[in-house]
């Protein structure tokens, strides 16, 4: 009679595998992360308009954190939009606050207000810049997170 549990060589083998497998990975996580995390007279800093930045974290949020930047940054993902088309598919936001984020998002580079027209009313168009586009994988996987919980 075969004692249990019975493993045969081969299930033995891809544990030993799987396991060896796992454990690069996480030894590479591992030396990224601690590259990330030394103290900051090791690890090179980050200026950013005049300010200097010890954690790349600190710096993303900086630009994009907020309730409602990545939410904008987001609808402009998909396609340029007029500030009532924001404010529609946006209806929480209001037209003071919308108006200021917009004008942050422009300060720190990663929209562009183009105006059309000389007098009222104005056509204005908000699209991302590089800079912004370049935020697309992170709001996209983000995204992708909010649905799963």
């Known amino acids: 009679m075969i004692p249990f549990p019975f493993f045969t060589i081969k299930m033995i083998v891809s544990i030993i595998s799987l396991l060896l497998n796992n454990f690069i990975a996480i030894s590479i996580k591992l030396d990224s992360l601690e590259y990330v995390m030394q103290t900051d007279k090791q690890r090179p800093s980050k200026r950013y308009k005049n300010k200097i930045y010890y954690c790349p974290i600190s710096l993303a949020m900086d630009l994009i954190g907020g309730r409602w930047k990545g939410v904008i940054l987001y609808y402009l993902l998909l396609s340029e939009k007029r500030f009532c088309e924001l404010k529609t598919v946006i209806p929480e936001i209001t037209d ?45 996987q983000l995204s992708v997170w909010g649905l799963t919980i």
């Open 96 to 140: 003071m606050t919308l108006s200021i984020q917009l004008k942050k998002l422009e300060d720190d580079g990663l929209i562009t207000r183009t105006v059309f027209g000389d007098k009222p009313p104005l056509k204005v168009i908000y699209k991302l810049t590089p800079l912004g586009e370049r935020l697309g994988p992170a709001l996209e």
